[in-house]
């Protein structure tokens, strides 16, 4: 049953505070406990602890002393609402909490909010009023399972500001003004990616890749790509019985049937690898024996070359081309070049021009 609710927890913030961490709305439990992310198993404390190379605050004063020491202000974007327990999906009826109490008494140098909720909120109703734009990081959630605390982790390390160099604010505004190719210059998450799509009526769907690409396009020419549709039950018929002399089926979508066929002519250790799916998706025509040698083929060369990470694992590829250059340095120095690198226009490979951030 919903119930309207004030925000009870005051902000914690001090004159050293470089950072903002918003929420949507406190949970009960946190409510109950009177601070932030009161709930166990969400793993905010156990995310930034580890951003911080520090140990894991547990009680409140000791996690009211780490957000000291790190210069770490907190609150949430909602003062008050409409909720059913602790579940953002039910809230309605928004009021805003009023951020310049923060803003106005500590030097803000960046605005990140917990989670596609809280960002959401945040654009509607406060970035208007503050004139700062926030960074959204994954939720901490346990109901963001599909992020592991590794994943978390690597996105979570922009907070550290000792990590970040602040020419990264000279990049431009993500609106329809840019033009593809200054668009392309520069680094955007992907959460930002999907909010400019979403704002502008273009599919929100895929990778990085395909975000950017649809965004250029649009950007130039005002044109919305148009979403490519299969039609599965084409793609599925005539497989009850494959053999190698018969023809790949336009439209291809992988099934148990495909599986059991691949299985029997390579062995138990089949798997629809990536590399192996793009190839029967772009060679429709050619027979299940080319699909066969084409599979051997695949991780024949897998194992000879690295396997070239697609462009929205920028920050992977980046970090391993560090070490592969660098041996014995931290990740801490690898962080710093990568976001030396994303403050810049331009491509976002390694070049060993970046450790002059270090210096």
Same mark, same amino acid.
């Given at each position: 049953?919903?119930?309207?609710?004030?925000?009870?927890?005051?902000?914690?913030?001090?004159?050293?505070?470089?950072?903002?961490?918003?929420?949507?709305?406190?949970?009960?439990?946190?409510?109950?406990?009177?601070?932030?992310?009161?709930?166990?198993?969400?793993?905010?404390?156990?995310?930034?602890?580890?951003?911080?190379?520090?140990?894991?605050?547990?009680?409140?004063?000791?996690?009211?002393?780490?957000?000291?020491?790190?210069?770490?202000?907190?609150?949430?974007?909602?003062?008050?609402?409409?909720?059913?327990?602790?579940?953002?999906?039910?809230?309605?009826?928004?009021?805003?909490?009023?951020?310049?109490?923060?803003?106005?008494?500590?030097?803000?140098?960046?605005?990140?909010?917990?989670?596609?909720?809280?960002?959401?909120?945040?654009?509607?109703?406060?970035?208007?009023?503050?004139?700062?734009?926030?960074?959204?990081?994954?939720?901490?959630?346990?109901?963001?399972?599909?992020?592991?605390?590794?994943?978390?982790?690597?996105?979570?390390?922009?907070?550290?500001?000792?990590?970040?160099?602040?020419?990264?604010?000279?990049?431009?505004?993500?609106?329809?003004?840019?033009?593809?190719?200054?668009?392309?210059?520069?680094?955007?998450?992907?959460?930002?990616?999907?909010?400019?799509?979403?704002?502008?009526?273009?599919?929100?769907?895929? $990778? *990085? +890749?395909?975000?950017?690409?649809?965004? %250029?396009?649009?950007?130039?020419?005002? &044109?919305?790509?148009?979403? =490519? #549709?299969?039609?599965?039950?084409?793609?599925?018929?005539?497989?009850?019985?494959?053999?190698?002399?018969?023809?790949?089926?336009?439209?291809?979508?992988?099934?148990?049937?495909?599986?059991?066929?691949?299985?029997?002519?390579?062995?138990?250790?089949?798997?629809?690898?990536?590399?192996?799916?793009?190839?029967?998706?772009?060679?429709? $025509? *050619? +027979?299940?024996?080319?699909?066969?040698? %084409?599979?051997?083929?695949?991780?024949? &060369?897998?194992?000879?070359? =690295? #396997?070239?990470?697609?462009?929205?694992?920028?920050?992977?590829?980046?970090?391993?081309?560090?070490?592969?250059?660098?041996?014995?340095?931290?990740?801490?120095?690898?962080?710093?070049?990568?976001?030396?690198?994303?403050?810049?226009?331009?491509?976002?490979?390694?070049?060993?021009?970046?450790?002059?951030?270090?210096?």
């Amino acid at each position: 049953m919903k119930e309207h609710i004030a925000h009870p927890i005051p902000p914690f913030y001090d004159a050293d505070s470089q950072v903002l961490i918003l929420g949507s709305f406190p949970s009960v439990k946190s409510r109950e406990q009177m601070f932030f992310y009161g709930h166990p198993q969400n793993r905010y404390w156990k995310v930034i602890a580890s951003v911080f190379d520090d140990e894991v605050p547990v009680t409140i004063p000791a996690k009211k002393a780490f957000l000291k020491k790190h210069h770490i202000a907190m609150w949430d974007v909602i003062g008050s609402c409409d909720i059913e327990g602790s579940s953002d999906a039910s809230i309605t009826n928004v009021k805003a909490n009023d951020l310049n109490v923060i803003l106005k008494a500590a030097d803000i140098k960046a605005i990140f909010v917990n989670g596609k909720t809280a960002y959401r909120y945040y654009q509607r109703y406060t970035e208007k009023i503050t004139g700062k734009p926030a960074i959204c990081l994954p939720s901490t959630s346990p109901a963001n399972a599909a992020w592991t605390i590794d994943k978390l982790l690597a996105e979570w390390k922009q907070i550290n500001m000792e990590n970040v160099d602040l020419s990264v604010n000279n990049r431009p505004e993500l609106n329809k003004d840019l033009n593809g190719e200054t668009f392309r210059k520069w680094y955007w998450l992907k959460e930002e990616l999907v909010q400019f799509c979403r704002d502008n009526g273009l599919q929100v769907t895929g $990778g *990085k +890749t395909e975000l950017t690409g649809r965004i %250029a396009l649009f950007l130039d020419t005002g &044109k919305i790509e148009s979403g =490519k #549709t299969i039609k599965r039950n084409a793609a599925k018929k005539n497989v009850s019985e494959i053999t190698l002399d018969s023809v790949i089926e336009s439209g291809f979508v992988c099934s148990e049937k495909h599986r059991a066929f691949f299985k029997e002519q390579i062995g138990s250790s089949f798997s629809f690898n990536v590399a192996f799916q793009k190839w029967l998706k772009s060679n429709n $025509g *050619k +027979t299940y024996a080319d699909a066969v040698a %084409a599979y051997h083929d695949i991780k024949e &060369k897998s194992k000879k070359e =690295k #396997t070239k990470i697609d462009g929205q694992f920028e920050y992977n590829t980046y970090i391993r081309d560090f070490f592969d250059r660098n041996k014995g340095r931290s990740l801490d120095d690898a962080i710093k070049c990568w976001k030396y690198k994303r403050s810049l226009p331009g491509h976002n490979r390694y070049e060993d021009s970046d450790l002059k951030v270090l210096d």
